[in-house]
């Protein structure tokens, strides 16, 4: 197996393990207020995610920033609640799009969130690099799986949520309730789960 094909699995494992399910929340959250026929909408913000995440994933593997790792654990969680939030405010797709064509704010977000998490991935990408002497192809690498596993994870809730809409005739409005609800009581005991505030 090529080094490149090595951290493309690794990205893609990672974003898709259980036990990060944080990162997993997050792309869920970003995508509660969709359905599947809005997948390229959905794709500009996780794509918009995707590189605040890398700026920040490849200037902290190569120590170029320093951080402290109990904050970005307590913030990671507080994107998540925000997110969600916004989602419970959001009565009307069209409306939340508007917002988004004037000053492409949910872009803005998605980015600057993405800068966060970028963070909280750092420090599993320089355990696995150890002594490596080239990381950029392996950054890289790690990256595009990274964007390839939350494609995954989109395309699957995005799937959930028509058929919960458009064939179990669900309410929208009601479905994007007990989704963000869902996420912002396990982000919130997540953020109260951290040594940071207390």
Do not use: C
Not at 52 to 61: E, N
Not at 71 to 84: H, R
Not at 168 to 192: E, F, P, Q
Request: aromatic share 14%; net charge neutral; glycine share 6%.
């Amino acid at each position: 197996m090529s080094e490149f094909r090595l951290y493309l699995d690794l990205g893609i494992f990672h974003i898709l393990d259980f036990s990060g399910y944080d990162h997993m929340l997050f792309v869920v959250a970003i995508s509660a207020i969709y359905l599947l026929n809005d997948w390229r909408k959905v794709l500009i913000l996780i794509t918009a995610f995707t590189i605040g995440h890398s700026i920040t994933l490849a200037l902290a593997t190569m120590e170029l920033i320093k951080y402290d790792v109990e904050l970005i654990e307590f913030l990671i969680p507080l994107t998540i609640f925000i997110t969600a939030l916004v989602n419970l405010f959001t009565r009307d797709r069209r409306r939340f799009e508007a917002i988004q064509r004037k000053g492409y704010i949910n872009y803005l977000f998605a980015g600057s969130f993405g800068t966060i998490h970028g963070l909280g991935f750092s420090s599993y990408l320089k355990v696995l690099l150890g002594a490596e002497q080239n990381i950029i192809k392996p950054l890289f690498a790690f990256n595009i799986g990274l964007e390839i596993g939350q494609m995954a994870i989109m395309i699957a809730f995005l799937t959930l949520s028509t058929v919960f809409v458009n064939f179990l005739r669900v309410d929208y409005r009601d479905w994007k309730m007990i989704i963000s609800s869902i996420i912002l009581g396990i982000s919130a005991t997540l953020i109260l789960g951290t040594n940071y505030l207390f």
